[in-house]
Each structure stands twice: as structure tokens, then as C-alpha cells.
């Protein structure tokens, strides 16, 4: 096992009380699959914008990815896609890297999970670290995902079943020190199958895609359509959320309480002609909502940059705990307690086994082969590799700025990383003094 071998308490006390007694701690990661920045609204989510105003909101954080397995895998290692190696969909988190799970594990908490799709099931080893780990799914979706069957073809659960479901685990917890994560599934298309919007009819990607392809002159109408849907749908997730949210409140005189809220990746309904998520980096599949709801942090926006590899930090300083030894990364998680002035966020789109061509929505279609990067820089998101740089992975928006040159030097450099086998640090020169010009510092 690598990675954080030796997790020291920085204070017995911060956690459960030195010469003086203190309450339980209770920590909860929160992760929502397919929740775009813009969904996340008083609007839309009423009792969970309600429950983030007691927190700090990220107005400018970002997925390290825009597909499930690789964002989650950096939001329970702290580690980029092009480190831990889950660079796609169907590839399995090494046992040899350390889990968030595991490192609180190993302090002292007791850990529990419910997870609502079989990407996140326990054999691609997001398992790791959990004492529960609760799996199984309900609803049909599909037979076959990346070569594994699925039993009756049973692929997610809906909200009100992983609200249930993680209401238990709470209430079976005895421990002093406690840390939870409740995965939500429901933006993710099919749209329109929570219970209240189901009468709207339910639509899937399939379909959008298919309209695409043959230039359906009613792709705009069902566009808007599926956006309505989508809405729908995060309107069931925020009454499941509010029912979580209420039943950790009803605690918060025993536990000391910390929740952290975020998303794996948003979705494209015609932006730049992008049709749901994966193969681009577009503001609105990379763009997602981040909040911290804790007595260690002062309710108000923040303006500074952050992305997925942060949260891992941060929940260990929430839970008193700190990393002993260097640093094993030029740039590695920030601790989001900390108020920085200028942050930084570094993500990459998945990799392919084969070609692959993106359907747009005038009926083209776009090579997105090979690796690209992100980085946000002085509030723009960057895409590319070392070749090209785009602004908002727009083709069409060729930037003109001399940070351009740096980009390529740093995109550059994280391809070569990306293709070494066993490499999960950057503290490559290259990648030091590309970042340096860039404005990024430790």
C-alpha cells in the first residue's frame, strides 16, 4: 500500500478531545453523478442551497475528469487520472494506492458507504477502505457495461433509495469517529425516470445521439425536452438530500459534523454541440458544484480555483489529521480550510481503447482521440495538449495569449507522465517550471 503510509493524528485533541471531553466527529462526503455547476440552484435544490449557506461554496471548482470512475477515483486518492491510473470507464482503482477510506480507517474511524451505480460497484476497487460498502442496485438500464454483465441488468439506484439506505448506516453507527459517502446517481440520463417526472416520458442519450446523427430536424425540441427532465430529476435528488441533510442535523448537538458536497463530472445538452459527458472538457462536463458545511469553516463564496484532488486533503483536516513526510507532488491536494488567494485546477479527458469519434449535434462528427488536458488559469478553462489549446475545449475558440506556449509545455509534460506505467508523482522539472510561469505555487 503507498501513498500515505504514515497517518499521524495532528492533535489527538482536534479529533475527539484531548484533557477535555468533545463530542463524536462525524464526516460525510457527499457525491452527486452528472450534477452540473448550473444545476445546482435555489431553484432546483432549494433544501441543499439552503443547507450550503451554513458552509463555504466553491464558485470556481472542477472534476478532474468528466467520467465517473477516474473523478471518483482522484476524490478517494487525492491523486490526478494521469497518477492513479484510472484514466477510463472499466479499469479498476490499485490496491497499492491509499484510499481517503483507508487513511481514516487507520486512524481510528469507522467507515461506511452507499454507492447508487455499478461504476462505483466494489470490484473496481472504490471498496477500499470501507467497513460497509453498500452496492446494489435497482434499476434495469443496461445488460453490458465495459465487458462486465450486470445481474437482471440492475445498473442504479434512485434517490429516495440511497437516502434510505444511508439514513440506516447513520443509525447503526456507534463509533466516536465517523466517516461516511453517499454517491447519488439521478441527473444521469436517462432523464426523467424519478417518480415525478417519469408521466413526462423518460429520454435517454441513445436517443439524443441517434437524432444527431440523422440530422433529426426535432433534436432541438428534444434537447430542451431532456434539459426539463434533467431538472426534474434534480429536483427528486434535493427532496431525497433535504431528508439526509435534516437527519444529520438531528445529530449535530452529539457529532461533531463536517459534510463535503460535490460532483463527478456535469453533462452537454448542445453546448459547442456536446451531447452528454466523457469525451470533452467543456465548462458544462467539467464545471460542478463544490460545498464544506462544518464549524471549522466560515459560511461565505469562495472565488478561488479548486478541483477534485483537494477534497481529499481537506476531509483529513477536517477529521485532525495530517500527512507526515514531504510532499509527493508539485501540486499536490490543497487543503480547502486553508483560504488561498489564487488556486489552481488540472484535470484530463479519458483515454480510449479504441479511436474514438464524438456525434455532434449539426450531425458532424469530431476526432477525440488521444489524450487532452484542462487547466483554469486566471478564470478560463484551458484544454488541449501539446500540440493545440482551446479555450472551453471549443474548436472554434483558439486563444491568442502567450500563456498558450506554457500550456503546451505543461500539457506536455502530463502526457509523458501519463505514459509512464508506475509514476504517480510530478515532480518533474518540466512540470515545475511550466507551472511557475504559469503563476502556480506551493
Known amino acids: ?63 478532474s475528469t468528466s467520467t465517473t470512475q477516474p473523478t471518483h477515483a482522484s476524490l478517494l486518492t487525492g491523486l490526478h487520472p494521469w497518477q492513479h491510473g484510472v484514466t477510463r470507464n472499466g479499469i479498476v482503482l490499485s490496491d497499492e494506492l491509499e484510499t481517503l477510506a483507508e487513511a481514516l480507517q487507520a486512524a481510528g474511524y469507522a467507515t461506511s458507504a452507499v454507492v447508487s451505480s455499478f461504476p462505483l460497484d466494489g470490484m473496481f476497487g472504490f471498496e477500499q477502505g470501507f467497513d460497509e ?26 434517490a429516495d433509495d440511497v437516502t434510505r439506505n444511508a439514513i440506516e448506516a447513520l443509525d447503526r453507527a456507534r463509533a466516536e469517529r465517523q466517516f461516511f459517502w453517499f454517491h447519488y446517481f439521478d441527473p444521469h440520463d436517462p432523464y426523467g425516470d424519478s417518480p415525478a417526472a417519469r408521466e413526462q416520458g423518460v429520454i435517454s442519450i441513445t436517443a439524443l445521439l441517434e437524432g444527431a446523427r440523422v440530422r433529426d430536424p426535432g433534436l432541438d425540441a428534444a434537447l430542451l425536452a431532456a434539459r426539463a427532465q434533467y431538472d426534474r430529476d434534480v429536483q427528486a435528488l434535493d427532496d431525497a438530500l433535504g431528508r ?45 458544484p463544490f ?31 495530517s500527512r507526515a513526510g514531504p510532499e509527493t507532488s508539485s501540486f499536490a491536494g490543497r487543503d480547502l480550510l486553508r483560504a488561498t488567494p489564487d488556486g489552481a485546477a488540472f484535470g484530463m479527458r479519458r483515454t480510449f481503447v479504441t479511436p474514438k469519434r464524438e456525434q455532434l449535434t449539426d450531425g458532424s462528427q469530431l476526432d477525440v482521440g488521444g489524450a487532452r488536458f484542462f487547466a483554469v488559469h486566471a478564470g478560463t ?5 501539446e500540440d493545440e489549446i482551446y479555450r472551453d475545449d471549443d474548436p472554434q475558440a483558439l486563444p491568442a495569449s502567450p500563456v498558450t506556449d506554457n500550456l503546451r509545455s505543461l500539457f506536455g509534460a502530463f502526457e509523458t507522465l501519463l505514459g509512464g506505467a508506475n509514476s504517480i508523482e510530478l515532480l518533474d522539472p518540466e512540470v515545475q517550471e511550466a507551472l511557475g510561469r504559469l503563476g502556480y505555487t506551493r
Not at 9 to 35: K, N
Not at 381 to 385: D, E, I, M, V, W
Open 381 to 385: 478553462l484551458y484544454t488541449g495538449n
Open 291 to 321: 460545498f464544506v458545511v462544518s464549524p471549522a469553516v466560515e459560511p461565505g463564496l469562495r472565488q478561488d480555483a479548486a478541483c477534485s484532488i483537494d477534497a481529499p486533503r481537506t476531509v483529513l483536516s477536517l477529521a485532525g489529521l
Open 244 to 288: 439526509l441533510f435534516e437527519r444529520l442535523e438531528q445529530d449535530a448537538d452529539r457529532f461533531e459534523t463536517h459534510v463535503v458536497f460535490t460532483s463527478d463530472h456535469g453533462e452537454s445538452f448542445g453546448e459547442e454541440g456536446c451531447l452528454g459527458h466523457g469525451k470533452r472538457l467543456t465548462p458544462e462536463q467539467v464545471h460542478v
Open 133 to 158: 460498502y453498500h452496492d446494489d442496485f435497482e434499476e434495469p438500464y443496461i445488460q453490458v457495461w465495459e465487458g462486465q454483465e450486470l445481474e437482471e441488468g440492475r445498473f442504479y439506484s434512485l
Open 1 to 63: 500500500m503507498r501513498g500515505w503510509p504514515a497517518i499521524l493524528l495532528a492533535t489527538l485533541a482536534s479529533a475527539c478531545g484531548g484533557g477535555a471531553a468533545q463530542r463524536p466527529v462525524r464526516i460525510v462526503l457527499v457525491t452527486i453523478d452528472t450534477l452540473r455547476f448550473d444545476g445546482f440552484t435555489p431553484e432546483l435544490m432549494p433544501s441543499t442551497w439552503e443547507f450550503a449557506q451554513g458552509g463555504q461554496i466553491f464558485e470556481q471548482f472542477y472534476a
